[in-house]
C-alpha cells in the first residue's frame, strides 16, 4: 500500500489492515493446484479405463492415481495449514 501524507484524505484504515492478503493468495493458490490436479488425475483414470484391457495392469494404474491424488491433497493441506 502507498503511503499517504500527513494531510490528505486517505481513510483511517486500509482494507489491507483488516484482510490477510498473503493468507488469501495462499488459499487461491492451494485451491487453484488442487481443481488442476483433480482434473489431470480424472482425465488419467479416464483414459486408463477406456484403453486398457480388464486387467492387473489395469487395476494397479488406477490405484497409483488415487495414491498420488491423496497424497497431494494431504500435501496442500499440510502446507496450508502450516502457512497459515
Same mark, same amino acid.
Given at each position: 500500500?502507498?503511503?499517504?501524507?500527513?494531510?490528505?484524505?486517505?481513510?483511517?484504515?486500509?482494507?489491507?489492515?483488516?484482510?490477510? @492478503?498473503? =493468507?488469501?493468495? &495462499? !488459499?487461491t493458490h492451494h485451491t487453484s493446484? @488442487?481443481? =488442476?490436479?483433480? &482434473? !489431470?488425475f480424472w482425465l488419467v483414470g479416464? @483414459?486408463?479405463?477406456?484403453?486398457?484391457?480388464?486387467?492387473?495392469?489395469?487395476?494397479?494404474?488406477?490405484?497409483v492415481d488415487e495414491f498420488v491424488?491423496?497424497?497431494?491433497?494431504?500435501?496442500?493441506?499440510?502446507?496450508?495449514?502450516?502457512?497459515?
Amino acid at each position: 500500500m502507498a503511503e499517504h501524507a500527513p494531510g490528505s484524505s486517505a481513510p483511517a484504515h486500509w482494507l489491507g489492515d483488516w484482510i490477510d @492478503v498473503k =493468507a488469501i493468495q &495462499a !488459499l487461491t493458490h492451494h485451491t487453484s493446484a @488442487v481443481v =488442476a490436479a483433480v &482434473a !489431470l488425475f480424472w482425465l488419467v483414470g479416464f @483414459v486408463t479405463q477406456r484403453l486398457m484391457p480388464d486387467g492387473t495392469m489395469r487395476r494397479c494404474v488406477l490405484l497409483v492415481d488415487e495414491f498420488v491424488l491423496l497424497c497431494l491433497f494431504i500435501y496442500f493441506a499440510y502446507e496450508l495449514f502450516t502457512y497459515l
